[in-house]
Nanobody, 115 residues
């Protein structure tokens, strides 16, 4: 069974940093487009950042210049480095693996930005 397991969430003050990780198993990780999504209370889930199998990245406008997505195919892991965190970044962050009609989601990790 395919598994995506996120880690690295937590409580951080505004201006702080966190690095999220998503470890994948039972997929040919290097061939998948990987993405980080987030959902805040009362809001729809939104794309934060994604990285293609070839390493091309794109970001939501709200996180450009602050967040960086990267992948390590040898470790079957995708990362999201989050800097200069803001109160509005508070959400459950989930990773997604996609290739054609095959889409898999992790269970999510909570990120709370609060003073």
């Amino acid at each position: 069974q395919v598994q995506l397991v996120e880690s690295g969430g937590g409580l951080v003050q505004p201006g702080g940093s966190l690095r999220l990780s998503c470890a994948a198993s039972r997929i040919t990780f290097s061939m998948y487009r990987m993405g980080w999504y987030r959902q805040a209370p009362g809001k729809q889930r939104e794309l934060v950042a994604q990285i293609t199998s070839g390493g091309t990245t794109n970001y939501a406008d709200s996180v450009k210049g602050r967040f960086t997505i990267s992948r390590d195919n040898a470790k079957n892991t995708v990362y999201l480095q989050m800097n200069s965190l803001k109160l509005e970044d508070t959400a459950v962050y989930s990773c997604r693996a996609g290739r054609g009609g095959n889409i898999y989601w992790g269970q999510g990790t909570q990120v709370t930005v609060s003073s």
